[in-house]
């Protein structure tokens, strides 16, 4: 059972170089999410899918876009990157956006130089 | 905004130590709150799910308690063992809204 499946896991990026991160689940959940995460200040949310055919800005969305492909996969891109957006990045799902156990990929450590 | 703190950041046990993990939030109007797990350099582990309604979870020798009056969740491990030495994160989320983690308190467990 895969879960939430983050590729890639590793990136270097240039500043000013464009990516997008891909994500999926296989749980046939709902709800799906981005986060990063920095040293000392936890997991801070980017942008969430609360359904099929939306999308929303969380806590810290400038920079970055994202795409509900269909209900299995949720992308997020970075148009042009910056060193700020050195971070570890995580996808994760839940059945719906309100009231269930979410389920976290493996991460991706991205690295703007 | 709500905020979510755990203290202390870091905590060393010997082995076999009972210890109790906090996590304390702003605002009591919780709809459920989340423990996690995260080893060195990969993602996050479901621990446990506390619904608003519920004042503890066990799974194993795991056991966490939410008061929301006092704004509060411990985490209790009993029996602590070097497997465990990982960071845990809380994570609280609001009715409708997403989660809000705190920073983790990083464990190590001393064979």
């Known amino acids: 059972n895969a879960g939430v499946t983050q590729t890639p896991k590793f990136q270097v990026l240039k500043t000013g170089q464009s990516m997008t991160l891909q994500c999926a689940q296989d749980?046939?959940?709902?709800?799906m999410y981005w986060y990063r995460q920095d040293p000392g200040m936890g997991l801070r949310l980017i942008y969430y899918?609360?359904?099929?055919?939306?999308?929303d800005k969380g806590e810290v969305p400038n920079g970055y876009n994202v795409s509900r492909l269909n209900k299995r996969e949720f992308s997020l891109r970075l148009e042009s990157a910056a060193p700020s957006q050195t971070s570890v990045y995580f996808c994760?799902?839940?059945?719906?956006?309100?009231?269930?156990?979410?389920?976290f990929g493996q991460g991706t450590r991205l690295t703007v130089v | 905004k709500q905020e979510v703190t755990q203290i202390p950041a870091a905590l060393s046990v010997p082995e076999g130590e009972n210890l109790v993990l906090n996590c304390s939030f702003t605002d009591s109007a919780i709809y459920n709150l989340q423990w996690f797990r995260q080893d060195p350099g990969k993602g996050l582990t479901s621990l446990l799910l506390i619904q608003s309604s519920q004042r503890e979870q066990t799974s194993g020798r795991l056991n966490a308690s939410l008061d929301k009056s006092s704004g509060r969740s411990t985490l209790y491990i009993a029996a602590s063992q070097p497997g465990d030495s990982a960071t845990y994160l809380c994570a609280v989320r609001y009715w409708a809204n997403n989660l809000f983690f705190g920073t983790g308190t990083r464990l190590t467990v001393i064979p």
């Open positions: 994760a799902s839940s059945e719906y956006r309100g009231s269930t156990e979410a389920f």
């Open positions: 749980m046939n959940h709902n709800s």
């Open positions: 899918s609360a359904s099929e055919g939306t999308t």
